[in-house]
């Protein structure tokens, strides 16, 4: 079944307005003719600006996190109702540094992404194992874990919403990436998993991003892959000459 490729820059904690504002028209100028669909995640700072610039262009805003309540008393914590007021289409979550850094849990995760959903977000799940788990033979065991704890609850209505990001922890930020062939692997796994718990249509359906140390030398063979349907790019998007030939790899 054909499934559009999706390609997102995570910008992480990077840049200030100005280089945001700056990076952000250059990707819609020179994406304007893209095929794909695109998503710039900014800081939270950035995302007004950004905002601003990427407003009606073939690229989408994401946030890159969001608290688990709507309002209160949480200090530090940013609302969904903040970021549906700034244009916020997308939010990331799970990210394997929200795991592994600020110790969120799949249940956290879980009251995240229903929360996004109830909101009409798009949201992106990121699952994946850390190098430890791979060499002990865990790869599947804590995706189908991450998976199937991040979509409990998650109603097949709203599955259309729902992103799966595979990203090897091992491989984010090391220079190490997953071989395409191990990336398949892990994404036809996925696949297979959401198809139990939703059936196959919604399966076949469902974008897969992959997400480790893309890059424009490896995009394309990457995207080769049949379960691999984009990528969730870190440090790459941070520059026009590095993420544009991979949001345009053929």
């Not at 969904?80 to 110790?103: A, M, N, P």
């Not at 249940?107 to 194992?129: M, P, R, T, Y």
């Not at 990457?222 to 790019?233: H, K, R, S, Y």
Request: hydrophobic share 40%; aromatic share 6%.
């Amino acid at each position: 079944m054909a499934r559009n490729y999706y390609m997102a820059g995570n910008w992480k904690m990077h840049m200030t307005r100005s280089e945001a504002a700056t990076l952000a028209q250059d990707l819609v100028n020179k994406l304007a003719d893209g095929k794909h669909k695109y998503l710039v995640a900014p800081s939270f700072t950035l995302l007004e600006t950004v905002s601003a610039v990427v407003e009606n262009t073939n690229i989408r805003l994401g946030a890159q996190n969001c608290a688990p309540e709507e309002q209160g008393a949480h200090t530090g914590e940013v609302s969904v109702l903040q970021l549906k007021e700034l244009d916020v289409q997308t939010i990331i979550l799970g990210h394997s540094e929200r795991r592994h850094i600020y110790k969120e849990d799949d249940a956290l995760i879980n009251k995240k992404v229903k929360l996004a959903l109830k909101h009409g977000f798009e949201v992106i799940l990121c699952i994946g194992e850390l190098l430890e788990e791979r060499e002990a033979g865990k790869v599947e065991e804590v995706c189908e874990r991450q998976t199937v704890k991040g979509l409990e609850g998650v109603d097949a209505g709203d599955l259309h919403n729902v992103v799966i990001a595979y990203e090897p922890v091992w491989a984010i930020g090391t220079g190490k990436t997953a071989t395409p062939q191990d990336a398949e692997a892990v994404h036809g796994f996925v696949r297979k998993v959401i198809a139990r718990l939703y059936g196959q249509d919604a399966a076949d359906k469902i974008i897969i991003q992959y997400g480790g140390s893309v890059k424009p030398d490896n995009a394309a063979q990457l995207m080769a892959m049949e379960n691999i349907d984009g990528a969730l790019v870190g440090g790459a998007s941070l520059k026009t000459d590095s993420f544009i030939p991979i949001a345009k790899f053929s």
